[in-house]
Protein backbone atom coordinates (compact mmCIF):
# COMPACT_ATOMS: atom_id res chain seq x y z
CA UNK A 1 0.00 0.00 0.00
CA UNK A 2 1.46 3.62 -0.42
CA UNK A 3 1.70 5.97 1.94
CA UNK A 4 -0.93 8.27 2.87
CA UNK A 5 0.14 11.09 0.56
CA UNK A 6 0.74 9.58 -2.08
CA UNK A 7 -2.71 8.09 -1.73
CA UNK A 8 -4.05 11.32 -1.67
CA UNK A 9 -5.86 13.56 -4.52
CA UNK A 10 -6.66 16.82 -4.61
CA UNK A 11 -7.97 19.16 -7.11
CA UNK A 12 -7.70 22.78 -6.86
CA UNK A 13 -10.17 23.39 -9.81
CA UNK A 14 -12.53 20.82 -8.72
CA UNK A 15 -12.24 21.66 -5.02
CA UNK A 16 -11.84 18.15 -4.18
CA UNK A 17 -9.48 16.00 -2.25
CA UNK A 18 -9.57 11.59 -2.55
CA UNK A 19 -8.56 8.85 -1.31
CA UNK A 20 -9.57 6.43 -3.70
CA UNK A 21 -13.17 7.05 -4.36
CA UNK A 22 -13.83 8.80 -0.69
CA UNK A 23 -14.04 12.50 -0.56
CA UNK A 24 -12.66 14.20 2.46
CA UNK A 25 -12.88 17.89 3.61
CA UNK A 26 -10.65 19.86 5.83
CA UNK A 27 -12.47 21.97 8.71
CA UNK A 28 -11.62 23.84 11.63
CA UNK A 29 -12.36 21.34 14.18
CA UNK A 30 -13.67 24.40 16.33
CA UNK A 31 -15.93 25.00 13.30
CA UNK A 32 -17.50 21.52 13.38
CA UNK A 33 -17.03 21.10 17.83
CA UNK A 34 -18.80 24.45 18.23
CA UNK A 35 -22.08 23.09 16.82
CA UNK A 36 -22.50 20.88 19.48
CA UNK A 37 -21.16 23.24 21.85
CA UNK A 38 -24.19 25.43 20.95
CA UNK A 39 -26.67 22.42 21.53
CA UNK A 40 -28.86 22.06 24.38
CA UNK A 41 -27.44 19.10 26.30
CA UNK A 42 -30.37 16.27 25.34
CA UNK A 43 -29.37 17.37 21.68
CA UNK A 44 -25.64 17.33 22.07
CA UNK A 45 -25.70 13.52 23.70
CA UNK A 46 -28.19 12.58 20.78
CA UNK A 47 -25.96 14.52 18.20
CA UNK A 48 -22.66 13.18 19.41
CA UNK A 49 -24.23 9.15 19.34
CA UNK A 50 -25.67 10.66 15.74
CA UNK A 51 -21.68 11.57 14.68
CA UNK A 52 -20.36 8.41 16.45
CA UNK A 53 -22.48 6.34 14.05
CA UNK A 54 -21.73 7.95 11.05
CA UNK A 55 -17.72 7.94 11.30
CA UNK A 56 -18.36 4.00 12.33
CA UNK A 57 -19.97 3.45 8.78
CA UNK A 58 -18.88 5.45 6.48
CA UNK A 59 -15.05 5.35 8.22
CA UNK A 60 -15.59 2.17 8.42
CA UNK A 61 -15.62 2.09 4.35
CA UNK A 62 -12.13 3.24 4.46
CA UNK A 63 -11.19 0.54 7.38
CA UNK A 64 -12.45 -2.11 5.04
CA UNK A 65 -10.78 -0.58 1.96
CA UNK A 66 -7.86 -0.58 3.88
CA UNK A 67 -8.06 -3.95 5.08
CA UNK A 68 -8.94 -5.24 1.32
CA UNK A 69 -5.46 -3.18 0.09
CA UNK A 70 -3.38 -5.45 2.26
CA UNK A 71 0.34 -4.39 1.45
CA UNK A 72 3.09 -4.30 4.17
CA UNK A 73 1.70 -1.89 6.50
CA UNK A 74 -0.36 -3.42 9.07
CA UNK A 75 -3.54 -2.08 9.23
CA UNK A 76 -3.61 -0.60 12.50
CA UNK A 77 -0.62 1.24 11.30
CA UNK A 78 -2.05 2.64 8.38
CA UNK A 79 -5.05 3.92 10.66
CA UNK A 80 -2.43 5.04 13.03
CA UNK A 81 -0.65 6.81 10.04
CA UNK A 82 -3.67 8.48 8.75
CA UNK A 83 -4.96 9.41 11.84
CA UNK A 84 -2.02 11.70 12.11
CA UNK A 85 -1.94 12.58 8.54
CA UNK A 86 -5.71 14.01 8.45
CA UNK A 87 -4.66 15.74 11.98
CA UNK A 88 -6.68 13.54 14.60
CA UNK A 89 -3.93 13.12 16.82
CA UNK A 90 -1.54 11.02 17.81
CA UNK A 91 -2.61 7.29 18.15
CA UNK A 92 -1.59 4.75 19.68
CA UNK A 93 -3.15 1.36 19.14
CA UNK A 94 -2.85 -1.87 21.45
CA UNK A 95 -4.67 -5.14 20.75
CA UNK A 96 -4.99 -8.04 22.99
CA UNK A 97 -7.36 -11.28 22.68
CA UNK A 98 -10.70 -9.51 23.59
CA UNK A 99 -9.86 -5.67 23.90
CA UNK A 100 -8.14 -2.92 21.53
CA UNK A 101 -6.93 -0.08 23.36
CA UNK A 102 -6.57 3.70 21.73
CA UNK A 103 -5.04 6.53 23.29
CA UNK A 104 -4.56 9.84 21.41
CA UNK A 105 -2.92 12.54 22.13
CA UNK A 106 -4.26 16.06 20.40
CA UNK A 107 -7.34 14.92 19.83
CA UNK A 108 -8.43 18.10 17.28
CA UNK A 109 -12.47 17.18 18.97
CA UNK A 110 -11.02 17.84 22.17
CA UNK A 111 -9.54 20.50 21.17
CA UNK A 112 -12.04 22.46 19.33
CA UNK A 113 -14.51 21.93 21.59
CA UNK A 114 -12.96 23.00 24.91
CA UNK A 115 -13.54 21.69 28.62
CA UNK A 116 -16.99 19.76 28.37
CA UNK A 117 -18.04 17.54 31.48
CA UNK A 118 -18.56 14.70 29.05
CA UNK A 119 -16.30 13.25 26.06
CA UNK A 120 -16.71 15.01 22.87
CA UNK A 121 -14.49 12.48 20.35
CA UNK A 122 -17.34 11.04 19.02
CA UNK A 123 -15.87 10.53 15.47
CA UNK A 124 -12.57 8.80 16.62
CA UNK A 125 -15.20 6.63 18.66
CA UNK A 126 -16.33 5.92 15.27
CA UNK A 127 -13.61 5.31 13.51
CA UNK A 128 -12.41 2.86 16.28
CA UNK A 129 -15.19 0.89 16.82
CA UNK A 130 -14.49 -0.18 12.59
CA UNK A 131 -10.92 -0.83 13.54
CA UNK A 132 -11.79 -2.45 16.54
CA UNK A 133 -14.39 -4.60 14.94
CA UNK A 134 -12.15 -5.80 12.16
CA UNK A 135 -9.09 -6.92 14.41
CA UNK A 136 -10.99 -8.26 16.74
CA UNK A 137 -12.92 -10.44 14.10
CA UNK A 138 -16.44 -10.01 15.88
CA UNK A 139 -18.56 -7.45 17.82
CA UNK A 140 -17.37 -5.07 20.10
CA UNK A 141 -18.74 -2.13 22.70
CA UNK A 142 -16.49 1.13 22.31
CA UNK A 143 -16.02 3.44 25.49
CA UNK A 144 -14.33 6.49 25.63
CA UNK A 145 -12.87 6.14 29.17
CA UNK A 146 -11.10 9.60 29.26
CA UNK A 147 -11.41 12.59 27.31
CA UNK A 148 -8.95 15.34 26.79
CA UNK A 149 -12.15 17.63 27.28
CA UNK A 150 -12.69 16.38 30.71
CA UNK A 151 -9.55 15.97 32.39
CA UNK A 152 -6.72 17.04 29.46
CA UNK A 153 -4.32 14.96 28.78
CA UNK A 154 -4.92 11.96 25.96
CA UNK A 155 -8.02 10.43 24.90
CA UNK A 156 -8.42 6.97 25.57
CA UNK A 157 -11.05 4.62 24.12
CA UNK A 158 -11.51 0.68 25.28
CA UNK A 159 -12.77 -1.44 22.83
CA UNK A 160 -14.11 -5.03 24.20
CA UNK A 161 -15.73 -7.78 22.42
CA UNK A 162 -19.24 -8.42 23.29
CA UNK A 163 -20.37 -11.89 24.49
CA UNK A 164 -22.83 -13.40 22.17
CA UNK A 165 -26.59 -13.55 23.41
CA UNK A 166 -27.50 -16.46 25.61
CA UNK A 167 -29.96 -18.69 24.21
Known amino acids: MNTFWERIVTDTVAG??????????MMRPDVLMGMFRNLPEESRVLAMA?????AREH???????????????????????GAAAFGW????????????EL????????????????PVCAPIAGIF???ARTLLERDIEVTEVRC??????????VARAVAPEQA
Open 148 to 157: AAQHGGACRF
Open 129 to 131: HSL
Open 59 to 81: GGKSVDAYRQAGGKTPLAQTMVD
Open 16 to 25: TIFDSDRRYI
Open 89 to 100: GRWTVASRAHEV
Open 50 to 54: ALAAS
Open 103 to 118: DVVDSPFAAGHGPSAT
